[in-house]
C-alpha cells in the first residue's frame, strides 16, 4: 500500500461527513429500557475525561473543533486558517490534541482548556496526534512527505521534545493510546502486509504481539494498569482482545456473534464495542471486569448500531449514532446508578 493511500486511510478513519446540523446545543437526557440516561448532541465526539467534558468536531462550523462540558455548554475552536481543525482525545485537564490542515500539509496541535494552542511537526513531516495523557504526552504517527517513505510513530513530551520510533520490520506505523507511565499502545503493518499490535515502554523498548492463533491485531486503548484492547482476526472473524500487562491474553466476543470489535478500554478493565449478529444486525455493547456483556441501544436513534468511541472511569460511553433530520449525533451514555 502507497504512503498516500495509507494517510488517506488514516484521514477516513478520523473523519464522519455529518449532515447540516441544526445547532450546537445538547439535546435532553432520556432513560433507555438498560436504565441507563442518554444524553444526545450535535456533533462528532472522539474524546471524554472524568469529568465528562467531551472533545470532538462539527463539519456545520466549516471543520471547527469543539469542547462539550458536563453542563452541556458546548466551546469551539480553529486552528490555523485552513477550516479543518480535528480533534482526536482529551486528557484530565480539559487539554486537546488533534491535527489540522494547513499549506497543503496537516499539523498536529494541543490545546489547553483556557484556550493557548501550540502547534508542532514531526520532521517538518505531515503529522497525525492520535493520544494525549494525563500530564500531556502526545503520541501519534508522521510522514516525511516530502521524501515518501515508511509512515513512523512519535511521542512529543511537555517540554517540546520528540522522539520517533518504530516497531522492528515496521512499514507503517499507528499509535493509537498512552497511559499515565507513558506506556504506548498502536498497530504496525510489516512488509508482508500484516498487521500486529506493539506496545513501547517508557524507555522506549518495543514489544510486538498477537493474540494467541491470531492476526491482524489492532490495539485501540491502554489503561494506566497496561492493560490493552483491540480486535484481531481469527478463523476468518474478528474478535475481541484484552492483554494484560503481563502479556496474557482475554478473548471477547458478544453473544451469538460472528465478529466483535472493541473502542474502549477505562482503568477499571470495562471495555466497550460493537458485536455483529449477522450481516446487518449489529449490538452495542459493554463488557465488565467480571465478563458480565450488556448491550445498549440509543433511545430514539436510527443507526444500527450507535458507534460506541470511549468509556471513561466512571462508565460513561462517548460515541455517535444518527437520528433522522438532525443527522449523526454524539452521544453520553450514563450508567445505572447500580453500576
Sequence with gaps: MSVSNRIQRYLNSATITLAPLWCAVSLLGQQGPDGASYITFSGLPVGINNSNTVAGRFSSLGGAGFLRFESGEIVSFNV?????????????????TGFF????AYYGFIRARQGGIVTFAVRDGTTFPAAINVEGTVTGSFCPCLFPGPISGFVRYP???IVSFDP?????????????SKTITGTFEDADGHFHGFVRDPFGNITSFDPPGGGQTSPVSINDAGEIAGPYVADGSFHGFIRSASGTFITI?????????IASINARGTITGTYQLSTVLTRSFVRTPNGEIETFSVPNCDSNPSAPAEINDLGVVLGTCSMGISGRLG???IPPPSH
Excluded: E, K
Design 80 to 96: 490555523g486558517t485552513g477550516g479543518d481543525t480535528r480533534p482526536v482525545a482529551i486528557n484530565a485537564a480539559d487539554t486537546v
Design 101 to 104: 490542515f494547513q499549506n497543503s
Design 159 to 161: 517540554g517540546g521534545q
Design 168 to 180: 522492528p520490520g515496521s512499514i507503517y506505523t499507528s499509535p493509537t493510546g498512552i497511559n499515565a
Design 253 to 261: 466476543d458478544g453473544p451469538g456473534s460472528i465478529g466483535t470489535s
Design 331 to 333: 452521544y453520553l451514555r
